[in-house]
């Protein structure tokens, strides 16, 4: 999946229904475009994270979060060239 936008506690439903709808297989996120992100949005890719996978540049304020709650190395990360664009759903958030 492709996120972008905002992601704050109205994008969860979002979310959960993306999550929901691939069931157990892995996923592939591209969070390089994802503006804004709080801690429901961390709480979400921790719920998921032992199938997740995190493509990409981390953007800085996500990158932030991630090191301000000391989860940065409880995620898996791939390089760019990993992510499969022509199977990639977009998720956009808010704004």
Known sequence: MSLSGEFDMDSRPVLQAVSQDVGGARLMADVSRVAFADSSFLHFLL?????????GEVPR?????????CTTTL???APDSAFPRDRAGPVQGDR
Not at 61 to 69: E, G, I, K, M, P
Request: glycine share 4%; charged share 20%.
């Open 75 to 77: 995620f898996t990360y």
């Open 47 to 55: 719920g998921i994270r032992d199938r997740l996978v995190l493509v």
């Open 61 to 69: 304020q996500l990158a932030r979060l991630f090191v301000l709650t």
